[in-house]
């Protein structure tokens, strides 16, 4: 396929959905990797899809449409990816951290996430091995999770099968614009015209923007993800501290870490989650994984006795307003980005896909895109690394 | 004086041990077992003299172990598992279970002889209860002085099946069939090779002569191809085939059994050099091994590799090798010592043996054809044949690694050690295409060497 | 030879030498089954002898995962076999 209709680069999940959007438009799509499917921040992910760590905003507006969307994707591909809506669970174990989460909560009800709170007794019911000083918790019943790697496979199975190309091993070497507007792109091994090309390249989209002669803050914050040996279903939920969400929104370069656990179909337990601005650096740092293991058994004393078995680590996303960037480049017609999701790609790419092809069709969209407009940077805007 | 910290306790790291020690080195020797003499020189609690039956040169391990015990400048943690390690700035960090608890060692030089363990191929049957490794049932017999079972069928590839062969003999077991797969004149591709290597010589007909009063023939150009079981769930008989030079099936026949010992050689245990960041290649046999130069020195300065770990080359080639090691590790920690021409002599003529051993026992890509998709292919995640080809045809892995993550074919308990390379074999077949070295390579890599509890991981600083 | 530790596996009274592993003692008992597997509920015993494939995984005290190859007899050992996966 030389001459697509649309040009996907990046074979994450973002670029999935993407391309599974448009081919579900009648576009004819072609999607191009520098290597395998899955094989950057997705492959290293949890497969968090989350509306308990959002504050009312436009990204929750999209996370609740994302989550459902979530669903309606299972039964259009096939399903395939352990897609499970096992439901969150968040504590809190300070007063001031009680009173937040109780004040975050009911505002999250306001704003259409559905919100069980939990005394100590109604935790234990449903986490039978929390520690025995969480007293207090929030269950949201819409957080679910996926296999990211599988879900990103079976999405462009679905593409391929409806007439949609993939080229992976392929790295793109330059964007072609004349007069302000995309025209192709050339890789390594081909050349390609297309009038669309859409950016899906996570924490590398910056570099992709730059080849069109524009510009994208898009930086990594590192995260270790530590999985156990295979264990008996004793985490039922993602169980995890209410200090992740003020994590999630912080701006500080140093290395934080709250506990999120939990088990997968395989039997494994994940335990996350970090974060740190360390660009990609990638040696395995064990003061990290020691902090993670302690703050998981602080949560399940339980874990204590089972084994770290492996430990991987990824590099978020992410822009200076902790934002995704979902629409048309700044400078270049034709060009759009959907990238810069941080930790919540996963959960937010199906709708990032529909609000994609929307403004690219001229369609209606379920919200608003301006929030995510990558007109909201000015050039040269700094970077806190 | 900084210690010289080794770690194995093989032929390889005792020979390493004893020549840093001469040298005027302090020593710190490190291994995972309860006693030393690794796989090759394993021994039980029983007194040592009586286990000589078992070993074709116990004289020399002995002579080792006693002189390393006597060393007052050597110190020995025995029950030592690496769980991980690292390399900055010329620091190496092991971090250790030891003890129940968890111990760092910081150390600017290293000599890793971590030896190697037996290669297995995936065939139908191969995960029932009674399907063991060779250097399963020697272990169980040298270590523990416990015959696996009473009627053994000994098979597969390489020099290793006779001593094991001879072991069971000797511990009073049957060996029903001692199957070669490759086809003996083999061996007489490299005659002066042999001629330059007599004691190897001897070490053969010392087996040959234990296997024949056991009244069994080895068999050439025979492997075992599926395994059985019985209504007891345990191993009950095998398929015994005739193969061909490329290892595809010419005829089968059933042959009772309730061991079956199968191995293919070794593989390397890579994990540790491969977690500090030492560079590994793709050997002769396709296995990985840590590179070493001259002096058995790795890619990074004041890390050295001995033994298997380098390349599978027996017992007196770990020996030449552990001994360089060490005297290049006392060098390198301010010791006024030097390699004699002598010692490079020795190591070049067991290398010459070494290389003349692999081409002798090659494993042939036939094997693939003995597998069905109902086969497991990863022990610990009991993922098929099968899951891998559904993988590769409707989720478009074209590589190994996605497979494997597709499917967590390898991502079990031991890490892919026991699959993971055939998996790289069995899906570059499916995908028609030849492994990369990066591929294999990338097999071989774990961060985290050995489980750790998450409890004495929290604990550590 | 004298079988002098005893311990229990799945109740029963066992006997093992002074060094024997879990997993050497068992096999001289004839007791080949270690494990289930998690999914298949294939059993499993002793396959490679030296610590490195985790198939001969038993509950040893209650605690999981523990590897039969490895692990010395102590008097009063409480071994388990290990069904799936155990914490």
């Known amino acids: ?385 | 004086m900084h210690n010289v910290v080794i770690v194995g306790a093989g032929p390889a790291g005792l020979s390493a041990a004893l020549a840093a020690a001469a040298a005027g080195a302090p020593v710190l020797l490190l291994d995972s077992n309860q006693r030393l003499g690794g796989q090759y020189w394993r021994n039980s609690s029983e007194p040592i003299e009586s286990q000589k039956d078992q070993h074709f040169d116990l004289d020399t391990g002995m002579l080792l172990m006693n002189a390393v015990k006597a060393r007052k400048e050597i110190s020995v943690w025995n029950g030592a598992q690496i769980w991980s390690a690292s390399h900055k700035d010329g620091v190496n960090t092991l971090r250790v279970l030891h003890q129940g608890g968890e111990k760092i060692i910081n150390t600017a030089n290293l000599v890793l002889c971590t030896g190697a363990y037996d290669r297995t191929l995936p065939f139908p049957g191969w995960d029932i209860p009674g399907v063991m490794t060779p250097g399963g049932v020697q272990s169980l017999i040298k270590g523990h002085g416990v015959l696996a079972g009473n009627k053994v069928v000994v098979a597969g590839s390489g020099p290793f099946l006779l001593p094991v062969a001879a072991g069971i003999i000797k511990a009073g077991g049957q060996v029903v069939e001692l199957l070669e797969a490759n086809k003996s004149k083999r061996w007489l591709l490299s005659p002066l090779t042999l001629l330059e290597n007599i004691t190897k010589l001897k070490e053969a007909f010392y087996y040959i002569k234990t296997i024949s009063q056991g009244k069994v023939r080895a068999r050439f150009g025979v492997a075992v191809i599926a395994a059985h079981k019985g209504v007891d769930g345990k191993l009950e008989s095998v398929d015994v085939a005739t193969i061909k030079r490329n290892f595809k099936v010419k005829k089968t026949r059933n042959v009772k059994c309730d061991v079956a010992a199968i191995g293919w050689g070794f593989t390397a245990d890579t994990s540790l050099a491969g977690a500090l960041g030492c560079k590994l290649k793709v050997a002769r046999d396709k296995g990985v091994v840590a590179e070493a130069d001259s002096n058995q020195q790795s890619s990074i300065p004041g890390i050295f590799v001995a033994g298997e770990l380098t390349g599978i080359g027996g017992a007196e080639l770990s020996m030449a090798e552990g001994v360089i090691a060490g005297i290049s590790a006392a060098k390198f920690v301010g010791c006024k010592v030097e390699i004699s021409r002598a010692h490079k002599k020795r190591r070049a003529k067991k290398q010459r043996f070494a290389d003349a051993l692999i081409r002798s026992y090659p494993v042939k890509s036939g094997w693939l054809t003995w597998l069905k998709n109902e086969t497991t292919v990863c022990r610990c995640e009991e993922v098929s044949v099968g899951n891998l080809k559904y993988a590769i045809e409707e989720l478009g892995a074209t590589d190994s690694r996605t497979a494997k993550l597709f499917t967590r074919c390898g991502m079990g308990l031991c890490q892919g050690r026991v699959c993971g390379r055939s998996v790289v074999d069995l899906v570059a077949a499916e995908l028609n295409i030849s492994p990369t070295d990066t591929d294999r390579i990338s097999a071989v890599n774990r961060p985290i060497i050995s489980p750790i509890p998450l409890g004495v991981l929290a604990a550590g600083e | 030879m004298q079988s002098n530790i005893e311990f229990t596996f799945d109740g029963q009274k066992m006997l093992a030498l002074p060094g024997q592993s879990v997993g050497a003692a068992l096999l001289a008992a004839n007791q080949r089954t270690l494990r289930t597997t998690r999914f298949n509920e294939n059993e499993r015993g002793v396959f490679c002898g030296i610590g490195i494939c985790f198939d001969c995984l038993v509950v040893i005290n209650g605690v999981g995962n523990q590897r039969a190859c490895l692990i010395e007899v102590t008097a009063g050992m409480n071994v388990q076999t290990q069904v799936g996966s155990h914490a």
């Open chain 1, 1 to 385: 396929m030389k001459n697509p209709d649309a040009i996907v680069i990046g074979a994450g999940l973002v670029g999935a959905c993407a391309a599974l959007a448009l081919t579900n438009a009648g576009l004819k799509v072609l999607v191009i990797d520098r290597g395998p499917v899955a094989s950057g921040t997705t492959g290293a992910g949890e497969g968090n899809i989350l509306v308990s760590d959002k504050e009312p905003s436009a990204e929750l507006t999209l996370a609740l449409r994302s989550r459902d969307a979530w669903f309606e994707l299972n039964t259009d591909v096939g399903g395939g990816f352990e897609l499970e809506d096992k439901g969150g669970v968040v504590i809190s174990r300070s007063s001031q951290g009680i009173d937040n989460l109780k004040k975050l909560s009911k505002l999250q009800a306001q704003n259409g996430i559905e919100v069980v709170q939990l005394d100590a007794a109604g935790i234990r019911q449903i986490e039978p091995h929390i520690s025995k000083d969480v007293e207090y918790a929030v269950l949201y019943p819409q957080d679910a999770q996926c296999q990211p790697m599988l879900a990103a496979a079976c999405i462009m199975r679905a593409v391929r099968k409806r007439g949609g190309v993939f080229m992976q091993g392929e790295n793109v070497k330059s964007i072609t614009v004349e007069s302000g507007k995309v025209v192709g792109l050339v890789t390594e091994k081909n050349r390609y015209s297309s009038p669309i090309i859409i950016n899906a390249t996570g924490t590398w989209a910056g570099e992709v923007a730059k080849m069109a002669g524009s510009y994208l803050p898009i930086m990594p914050r590192r995260g270790f993800i530590l999985v156990t040996a295979p264990a008996p279903k004793i985490v039922h939920h993602k169980v995890y501290d209410a200090d992740y969400v003020a994590n999630v929104a912080s701006s500080d370069a140093d290395l934080q870490s709250s506990a999120v656990v939990e088990g997968t179909e395989s039997g494994t337990i994940l335990i996350g989650a970090s974060r740190e601005r360390v660009g990609f650096k990638s040696d395995l740092d064990v003061a990290v994984l020691r902090q993670l293991a302690r703050q998981a058994i602080s949560l399940f004393p339980i874990l204590s006795n089972i084994a770290l078995l492996r430990a991987y680590r990824g590099f978020r996303p992410y822009a200076p307003d902790h934002l995704p960037v979902i629409g048309e480049d700044a400078n270049v017609s034709g060009l759009w980005h959907a990238a810069g999701h941080e930790g919540a790609g996963i959960g937010l790419a199906p709708a990032t896909g529909e609000l994609l092809v929307s403004q690219i069709t001229g369609t209606k969209a379920f919200m608003d895109p301006t929030p995510f407009s990558p007109k909201r940077f000015k050039e040269g805007e700094a970077l806190a690394i």
